[in-house]
């Protein structure tokens, strides 16, 4: 009875605390469990300022249709310096479904810097809230973003006064072309990143625990492996919407490769040690291929018309004959192979447990040559001059590497654990997947450094460049 009583009482204080604040406060977390939508939310500003500006977020509090406030707690430093040349992501998180109206900032404290000099700033509202109307739908297991475009002189008033002047707007989608894609597997959500500005410009909601991603050659249609929800989202690039979704037999997908006439795709699935062969005529599953263990990475070699699939369970090559759609041969590499790239009329093989790269003859299918002593190469892809490009995972790098002499030109740092590479050979730039510091690193290939960082959805698994 005194346990009943005792329940009764906490019930009834928690309906008098909402009531009298009037304001919901959750952990994020808990929101992902009620199937809510993600929200993502990203601040910039402009380029040439005349003073750098400064401030802390402590909270973001969001209206929904009933006037309730949901208030998220943060602790973020928003600085104009940094912002210059970037996107910031302010955050990213699960809002239960339904309709926002309001925003509200509670900022902690302000600062302007000029010529050296720092000041405090006095906020213009006591409470540090500051509220932006607009207009949000969320949607159960959707993916949403929005962006605060920040302009710091004109928060700054009578000198030492801030109040913080926001534009706010949505997603554009009349971007069709300049696009790279990007997987991120514990947001749910595909991002899209312009390539021009080198900023994400949309996000779209997926499947469960996204992970490999390929793009039509046509450049029509993007292709998103859904792991846990064991299906396939097809992306129309027009509109960044799912229009599509491919059921793949019961099989989880891991990572997808594309025939050149864009007709069969082709996804691994390392729980069931075989591949899904999927006709995009009919966007239908048509069989399935027994390969070796654990099937991860798979490229398409459109000259022979092969399928090379990495099986990291038996450290194996698996040659599917793409065409017949039978097992060809095996070829035994390092242990667990991670990745793989076709490359002047040679297959290389990344194995970050031996830091090693097993190089194979793909007339006689034989490992012809192995580069010994690399710091966990992870990632690789062809490059430009007849040089690729290595990730390196143990010293967060990334290698221009002769594969010829088999010698490493340069070594530029990257984010926390890079794997993943996309080439834009137009534009002389490549893209660093870092799934720990999850972010993308863009590489000037130019000048051979960093020209910036893109921060990106949470677990961020593969890339692809819509062309």
């Not at 989608?173 to 021009?196: D, E, F, H």
């Not at 430009?384 to 740092?413: C, H, K, Q």
Request: aromatic share 10%; proline share 4%.
């Amino acid at each position: 009875m005194w346990l009943v009583r005792k329940k009764i009482i906490l019930f009834m204080w928690t309906i008098c605390v909402l009531n009298c604040t009037g304001c919901l406060e959750f952990p994020v977390q808990n929101f992902q469990a009620n199937r809510g939508g993600v929200v993502f939310m990203y601040i910039s500003c402009q380029p040439k300022l005349n003073l750098d500006v400064s401030f802390e977020i402590s909270a973001l509090s969001f209206m929904n249709s009933r006037g309730e406030w949901i208030k998220i707690s943060l602790n973020k430093v928003v600085d104009s310096k940094q912002l210059r040349n970037k996107q910031f992501k302010l955050a990213e998180i699960s809002l239960p479904p339904g309709r926002y109206h309001k925003l509200k900032l509670e900022v902690k404290r302000a600062k302007k810097t000029r010529k050296n000099k720092t000041y405090s700033l006095a906020l213009a509202n006591p409470s540090g809230e500051y509220e932006l109307s607009f207009d949000l739908d969320i949607l159960p297991q959707s993916s949403n973003v929005f962006f605060l475009d920040w302009y710091p002189e004109a928060s700054v008033v009578h000198k030492y006064l801030f109040k913080p002047k926001f534009n706010i707007c949505n997603s554009s989608n009349g971007l069709k072309n300049l696009l790279l894609y990007v997987t991120c597997s514990a947001s749910n959500s595909v991002l899209v990143i312009n390539r021009q500005e080198d900023k994400v410009v949309d996000v779209i909601g997926v499947g469960n625990a996204p992970k490999g991603i390929v793009a039509n050659p046509d450049g029509r249609k993007v292709y998103v492996a859904n792991f846990d929800s064991k299906d396939i989202s097809v992306l129309d690039p027009t509109l960044n919407k799912v229009i599509t979704t491919i059921s793949n037999f019961d099989y989880s997908p891991l990572d997808l490769a594309l025939s050149k006439d864009g007709r069969w795709l082709y996804a691994t699935n390392p729980e069931a040690n075989c591949i899904s062969v999927i006709d995009l005529g009919a966007n239908v599953f048509c069989q399935s291929i027994h390969v070796g263990n654990d099937p991860g990475a798979i490229a398409y070699d459109p000259l022979r018309q092969k399928l090379y699939v990495l099986n990291r369970g038996d450290n194996s090559i698996s040659v599917v004959d793409a065409s017949s759609f039978q097992l060809e041969t095996t070829i035994m590499v390092g242990l667990k192979p991670m990745d793989l790239n076709i490359f002047e009329d040679k297959l290389y093989i990344t194995s970050p447990d031996t830091n090693n790269i097993f190089v194979v003859d793909l007339t006689s299918y034989t490992v012809e040559k192995i580069i010994y002593g690399l710091a966990q190469p992870t990632g690789i892809i062809g490059g430009l001059f007849g040089n690729m490009y290595l990730s390196l995972e143990a010293t967060n790098e990334v290698a221009f590497w002769d594969p010829g002499m088999g010698i490493t030109l340069r070594n530029i740092s990257v984010g926390s654990s890079p794997e993943k590479l996309a080439l834009d050979s137009s534009r002389r730039k490549l893209y660093v997947l870092n799934r720990n510091s999850e972010d993308i690193s863009v590489i000037d290939l130019n000048q051979e450094t960093v020209k910036t960082s893109i921060q990106i959805g949470k677990d961020p698994y593969d890339l692809v460049i819509l062309n």
